[in-house]
């Protein structure tokens, strides 16, 4: 089945700090998500990018499909960033079935 | 926010036994999923709804049944439950996709403890 590799696996910053996250992927996807979980275990949608880039306030992010990865960047980072990042796709032959990565976690540090 | 909710949000239960958690949609949606997490895996699929009464599996599938017998409802039953089943639960939710595209929204999860 698809592969799906998130990096780093653990990521510790300064409040203000950059960073970008990366999620690659071993077969062609339909559709590709990021999402948020916050330190109470909810998972919010933060893009829903099978290609191009998107923004968000601080969030972006970038999915190039022919090469197989996608990067969310995170600017200016903010205690409320902490928590755990995850990638999804859905393989072209699935039938609306998301393949999660293991994810980064993220914690941001005042 | 998507309205899902999930019930119970906590529970302990002793090896052997039954156990069904709800998962409960506001928004007549056509699909339905079950995923569990656990340290180290993210989430895995158990099983997805792609209409009332139409189920299939997903990639760990085994010691779990589900049944949707309305839009709005999505039932998980663990037949006998186990100690390799204490998880975190979750429930998602998407729509017909419009051009291809759709996204999944997740419920609050439901903590399960197996003894």
């Known amino acids: 089945g698809i592969q799906v590799e998130q990096s780093p696996p653990d990521l510790i910053l300064q409040e203000g700090a950059n960073s970008t996250l990366r999620c690659n992927f071993s077969?062609?996807?339909?559709?590709l998500q990021w999402f948020h979980q916050n330190p109470w275990g909810q998972l919010i949608n933060l893009f829903y990018?099978?290609?191009g880039t998107k923004q968000n306030g601080r969030l972006s992010a970038t999915t190039v499909a022919t090469e197989r990865y996608s990067l969310l960047y995170i600017s200016s980072s903010q205690t409320t960033d902490s928590g755990v990042y995850f990638c999804?796709?859905?393989?072209?032959?699935?039938?609306?079935?998301?393949?999660f990565g293991s994810g980064t976690r993220l914690l941001v540090r005042p | 926010d998507a309205g899902i909710t999930q019930s119970p949000r906590h529970k302990v239960t002793e090896t052997g036994t039954p156990v069904t958690l709800r998962c409960h949609q506001t928004?007549?949606?056509?699909?339905m999923y079950w995923y569990r997490q656990d340290p180290g895996h993210g989430l895995r699929l158990i099983h997805y709804?792609?209409?009332?009464?139409?189920?299939d599996k997903g990639e760990v599938s085994d010691g779990y049944s589900v049944s949707r017998s309305k839009t709005e409802d999505f039932l998980l039953t663990l037949e006998s439950a186990t100690s390799s089943q204490t998880s975190v639960y979750f429930c998602?939710?998407?729509?017909?996709?419009?051009?291809?595209?759709?996204?999944?929204?997740f419920g609050p999860g439901t903590r399960l403890t197996v003894t």
């Open positions: 709804s792609y209409g009332v009464k139409d189920t």
């Open positions: 928004e007549n949606h056509r699909y």
């Open positions: 990018i099978p290609s």
């Open positions: 999804a796709v859905e393989r072209k032959d699935s039938s609306y079935k998301l393949i």
């Open positions: 998602a939710i998407s729509d017909l996709p419009i051009g291809g595209l759709y996204e999944q929204y």
């Open positions: 077969d062609s996807v339909n559709n």
